[in-house]
Nanobody
Framework: VQLQAFGGGLVQPGGSLRLSCVAS????????MGWYRQAPGKQRELVAD???????NYADSLKGRFTISRDNAKNTVYLQMNSLKPEDTAVYYC?????????WGQGTEVTVSS
């Protein structure tokens, strides 16, 4: 299984970015898709995840600014990030759980700076 993420980059505070991640390869079913992030000097943390049925889960601190969605037919997960803050700067990792295995993408860098 390969995960390829798109959409990272440099954005000014208050701006928006949309990340996407496509899963490909031998996937029988994808139970969860989601995003984690790791800021410099910090541990990797959950941003949001979504089940195959569309049930979402967010880090409490990000509710209201970030929205996760997925297209099951395309094995793609999206992360819409609004009102970005400098503290959102991190490498964002796509994550997929096809029970019982977790898969990780290579990460896409998001920098929020003026």
């Amino acid at each position: 299984v390969q995960l390829q993420a798109f959409g990272g980059g440099l954005v000014q505070p208050g701006g928006s970015l949309r990340l996407s991640c496509v899963a490909s390869g031998s996937i029988f079913s994808i139970d969860y898709m989601g995003w984690y992030r790791q800021a410099p000097g910090k541990q990797r943390e959950l941003v949001a995840d979504i089940t195959s049925g569309g049930v979402t889960n967010y880090a409490d601190s990000l509710k209201g600014r970030f929205t996760i969605s997925r297209d099951n037919a395309k094995n793609t997960v999206y992360l819409q990030m609004n009102s970005l803050k400098p503290e959102d700067t991190a490498v964002y990792y796509c994550w997929v759980r096809s029970l019982p295995t977790d898969y990780w993408g290579q990460g896409t860098e998001v920098t929020v700076s003026s």
